[in-house]
């Protein structure tokens, strides 16, 4: 569907043109003086040196010819030359309804689809989730679903670390504790069990405590970079290992991710990209884009533009050793080979833009990219404690995501079930309240998070974001809950507006929420093509706001005229549906009651 804002620009170009001006003076935007208007032109003043005219003649030859335009009910034109225009009620329910009978609200898909593959998540085997990998995850699932929403092909790929000393780390340890195992047999060519030697509980006990030792005992550290090496050389019982290992961590990681509402296509890992090294490096030395310097491999990246230094992005390391560096180049070559992706995005920590640069332009430069394939950094800021330095546990250490969300699950817990206190029993069991308090809990998280711009440093403020009023999660819940409710109770009475329509609006905040409602299609649009989520976010708190307005100043059950009630009723659904949606895309939902 077009959107509301171009239907309104046909209208006033057309005014334009008819008057002899120019369509390129013809645009309009929201009005940033709603108390006057809805919508604005500020094209007379633009146009008055052009023809030599005051902007406010301009004007008022423009509005004579827009005053008999059915979508406006008023248009003004106000000094020195603004025109100030007024939608009328009836044009913005035909949009409604016209919206209501689109699958998608109104949003059109893309013509053309094109493939995205988004780098997100990025946990570490063997290692738990931590507060820092959850922006990563809730910023590249909601820009998954919007794209997906949009009609393309997106494919979300966990790029797991699994590939470096901490997998030499965990072999030397578990050698240590129980050298009898068959992993650790040279001589033994049988079948590897089935069954991995370890839970993942050890498996986290395990790593922390090689890590530790490593640091402390030179000897330990050689063993475990003796380990690695042999992994990565195909030593059969280390592989074997290495599976179990991989095996327990991502069973673990998906139970985490699923907790978050989070999923991915793909469970790839560095380790995937390594069979691709040998081939990319040999090319990028054949073409002469790669050579020796002070003994490692690198290519030279910088560009004449360029107003602060960029280093060479380093393939090899003097000892022939791949990087992290290397990884990613390699993981380019088969997602470009796989997939021939058009666009590649990573949601990865901001502090990472430089290296990104680095191999965004290496890749580009020895065309392991096409030229035309889209190369997006999508860096996110860090999650700061109320101290404003990087959320930690109380206690200074590291904050488990999985400890993060249990704390917030207990929290919300608390309050529902407070609120039923309160309220006329509505007989929520146990159950029931521990389920909504998860989905009321994972909004607040969500919602706390995506309703930043990405790129910017936050504050976790739990009772900030857990707050049933004000721009949080919650309260977003809650509005849709209420809907809920009224409509539950409408249908109840054995009443439905189904084949009925909304009517043009009969109050201010009526309008104002249709106003809010309308603009749905170029929200979505606008989160899509800048990558941002936190659009979607202000977008449903105004809608939020306007409809809670819209419910206090209205009679809704007691309507008497059927025909309103009707309209009343198939414009809350619409609200819901568009709140709904939205949510989803953000990648949480809503509970029946709370
Ligand atoms: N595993 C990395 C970390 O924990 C993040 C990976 C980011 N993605 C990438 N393609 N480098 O920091």
């Keep these: 569907m077009k959107k509301i804002l171009d239907l309104i620009t046909d209208e006033v170009t057309k005014a334009f043109t008819e008057c002899g001006y120019d369509a390129k003076y013809a645009k309009v935007t929201l009005s940033n003086r709603p108390d ?69 609200l109104g949003v059109e898909e893309a013509e053309e689809p094109k493939t995205i593959m988004i780098d997100y998540g990025g946990p570490n085997v063997a290692k738990p989730l931590h507060v820092g990998h959850l922006r990563s995850a809730i910023i590249g699932e909601s820009i998954k679903r919007i794209g997906k929403f949009m009609g393309h092909e997106v494919i979300g790929d966990v790029h797991l670390g699994d590939w470096g000393l901490q997998m030499g780390l965990i072999i030397t340890e578990l050698k240590q504790r129980r050298p009898e195992l068959v992993y650790f047999d040279d001589t033994y060519t049988g079948e590897y069990p089935e069954e991995a030697p370890f839970t993942i509980s050890e498996l986290e006990e395990i790593y922390p405590t090689a890590s530790k030792k490593s ?29 179990h290992i991989l095996n327990v961590s991502v069973t673990d990681l998906k139970r985490n991710y699923a907790n978050l509402n989070v999923s991915f296509e793909l469970w790839k890992g560095e380790s995937d990209a390594q069979p691709y090294i040998p081939d990319m490096v040999q090319k990028m030395k054949d073409d002469g ?34 990087l992290y560096n290397t990884t990613d180049l390699a993981t380019m070559v088969w997602r470009m080979k796989d997939y021939n992706p058009d666009e590649l995005i990573y949601v990865v920590d901001k502090r990472q833009e430089l290296y990104f640069t680095q191999v965004f332009r290496c890749a580009r430069k020895t065309g392991i990219v096409k030229p035309e394939t889209e190369l997006k950094f999508l860096g996110f800021g860090t999650m700061n404690g109320k101290d404003g330095r990087p959320f930690k546990t109380r206690d200074g250490g590291v904050m488990r995501l999985e400890h993060l969300i249990s704390g917030i699950n207990e929290e919300m817990l608390a309050k529902i079930q407070e609120n039923q206190k309160t309220k006329e029993n509505l007989g929520i069991s146990t159950e029931e309240a521990e389920n909504t308090a998860k989905m009321v809990a ?32 919650p309260y977003i819940l809650y509005t849709i809950v209420r809907i ?92 819901k549906s568009v709140l709904e949606t939205s949510i989803d895309l953000l990648g949480f939902s809503a509970p029946e009651r709370m």
Excluded at 291 to 308: F, M, N, P, Q, W
Excluded at 453 to 470: L, M, N, W
């Design 36 to 104: 006057l208007c809805e919508y604005q032109c500020n094209g007379a003043m633009a146009g008055a040196k052009a023809y030599k005219k005051a902007p406010f003649m301009i004007a008022e030859d423009v509005v004579a010819l827009l005053k008999d335009s059915a979508c406006m009910e008023e248009v003004e034109v106000v000094k020195p030359g603004f025109i100030n225009l007024k939608l009328a009620p009836q044009s913005v329910a035909d949009y409604l309804n016209q919206m209501s009978e689109t699958e998608k």
């Design 215 to 243: 640091k402390e005992d030179e000897a330990y550290k050689e063993a475990a970079m003796q380990a690695t090496f042999e992994l990565q050389h195909g030593k059969r019982g280390y592989q074997a290992l290495l599976k």
């Design 289 to 322: 884009f790669a050579y020796i310097s002070d003994g490692a491999l690198v290519v030279d990246v910088k560009e004449e533009t360029d107003t602060k230094e960029i280093p060479p992005c380093m393939i090899l390391k003097s000892d022939g050793a791949s």
């Design 442 to 473: 994972l909004a607040a998280i969500k919602y706390g998070d995506l309703s930043n711009q990405a790129s910017k440093d936050y504050i976790f403020d739990i009772d900030r974001f857990t707050s049933f009023e004000g721009n949080t999660g």
């Design 484 to 575: 809920k409710s009224i409509l539950h109770k409408y249908h109840d009475l054995g009443k439905n507006a189904d084949n009925s329509v909304i009517t043009a609006a009969h109050s201010e905040s009526e309008k104002n929420l249709m106003l809010e409602l309308s603009k749905f299609n170029a929200v979505i649009e606008g989160a899509f093509t800048d990558t941002a989520p936190h659009k979607i976010c202000s977008y449903i708190y105004d809608l939020a706001n306007a409809f809670n307005s819209f419910y206090h100043e209205t009679k809704i059950m007691s309507e008497e005229d059927e025909t309103v009630q009707k309209s009343y009723i198939r414009l809350l659904e619409l609200t």
